[in-house]
């Protein structure tokens, strides 16, 4: 049984000293591969660099995250691009899209950092249409403003992820009729998280992925933890339970399905 993690942040093991540890904990959890992703220039370069060091296991994405998008957000977006130049290139753009919980209280700055947001997510998106690559997106509280973005800029759906789902089964019969899919975090392990655990089995597992999003949410039973890339079992298990397969053939179906979207190499041993 192999496992692979979608969607990680790795540099701040790094910055800890924590990382050799982290990654010895993902092997023994038999935990292949994991991607790094992007969330802001800062971290781009960190994660290229472990994608070159740990060749066989992590990949990596840059993107700009809408809770880094500030006023001069432009600035870090036009240093995008020069990542799929590189001969070790990312295998995504994102995460980006929009975060509307972690707005300003004052509702004229939280309208400025809305504006900015926007502006930001369709330039990633014009940015992603002209490489063809994987899109990983971010949305919180802004699924229809989401939605007609992506709608809006011509990015083919089926290069679309929309990470850590947390919206509802009706809303995910939206994403996956265009084409897109979602992959889901520990949420799914939640007792009070009814509404996403419907929407893993409204997707179900032809083009389902799953992620820790590390250091961030830990699902049960290492809950109130720091999160890491070894955990990502517990929800590869915990989807299986709610898709009624067998962990072994599900585990196999999310490398798979994993390795298709990121066009990800099988690890040699």
Same mark, same amino acid.
């Given at each position: 049984?192999?496992?692979?993690?979608?969607?990680?942040?790795?540099d701040?093991?790094?910055r800890?000293?924590k990382?050799? %540890?982290?990654?010895?904990?993902?092997?023994?959890?038999?935990?292949t591969?994991?991607?790094?992703?992007?969330?802001?220039?800062?971290?781009?370069?960190?994660?290229?660099?472990?994608?070159l060091?740990?060749?066989?296991?992590?990949?990596?994405? =840059?993107?700009?995250?809408?809770c880094? =998008?500030?006023e001069?957000?432009?600035?870090?977006?036009?240093?995008?691009?020069?990542?799929?130049?590189?001969k070790?290139?990312?295998?995504?753009?994102?995460?980006?899209?929009?975060?509307?919980?972690?707005?300003p209280?004052?509702?004229?700055?939280?309208e400025?950092?809305?504006?900015?947001?926007?502006?930001?997510?369709?330039?990633?998106?014009?940015?992603?249409?002209?490489?063809?690559?994987?899109? =990983?997106i971010?949305?919180?509280?802004?699924?229809d403003?989401?939605?007609?973005?992506?709608?809006?800029?011509?990015?083919?759906w089926?290069k679309? =992820?929309?990470?850590?789902?947390?919206y509802?089964?009706e809303?995910? @019969?939206?994403i996956?009729?265009?084409?897109?899919?979602?992959?889901?975090?520990?949420?799914?392990?939640?007792?009070?998280?009814?509404?996403v655990?419907?929407?893993?089995?409204?997707?179900?597992?032809?083009?389902?992925?799953?992620?820790?999003?590390?250091?961030? #949410?830990?699902p049960?039973?290492?809950?109130?933890?720091?999160?890491?890339?070894?955990?990502?079992?517990?929800?590869?298990?915990?989807? %299986?339970? #709610?898709?009624d397969?067998?962990?072994m053939?599900?585990?196999? @179906?999310?490398?798979?399905?994993?390795? @298709?979207?990121?066009? #990800?190499?099988?690890?040699?041993e």
């Open positions: 049984m192999e496992w692979i993690d979608s969607h990680c942040h790795l701040g093991y790094l800890q000293g990382l050799e %540890a982290v990654l010895d904990r993902a092997a023994k959890a038999n935990v591969q994991m991607i790094a992703i992007g969330t802001e220039l800062d971290d781009w370069t960190i994660n290229h660099d472990l994608s060091q740990y060749s066989q296991r992590i990949s990596y994405t =840059v993107g700009l995250h809408p880094h =998008v500030t001069s957000w432009d600035q870090q977006v036009n240093a995008l691009e020069a990542y799929f130049d590189r070790h290139k990312p295998v995504a753009l994102g995460e980006i899209g929009l975060d509307y919980f972690h707005l209280k004052n509702p004229e700055d939280a400025g950092i809305k504006r900015f947001q926007q502006s930001a997510f369709e330039r990633q998106l014009a940015i992603a249409k002209r490489l063809g690559c994987p899109v =990983v971010h949305s919180r509280d802004a699924y403003d989401t939605i007609e973005t992506i709608d809006a800029s011509g990015v083919d089926n679309i =992820v929309v990470h850590c789902f947390s509802s089964s809303q995910i @019969k939206v996956n009729k265009r084409g897109g899919r979602a992959s889901f975090t520990g949420i799914v392990t939640y007792k009070n998280a009814p509404k655990q419907k929407a893993v089995i409204e997707q179900g597992s032809d083009v389902l992925m799953i992620e820790t999003d590390s250091p961030y #949410l830990s049960e039973p290492h809950r109130g933890k720091t999160n890491e890339p070894a955990y990502v079992a517990e929800i590869g298990k915990k989807c %299986a339970l #709610l898709l397969e067998p962990p053939e599900l585990s196999q @179906k999310l490398a798979e399905n994993t390795r @298709k979207f990121f066009s #990800l190499s099988v690890p040699h």
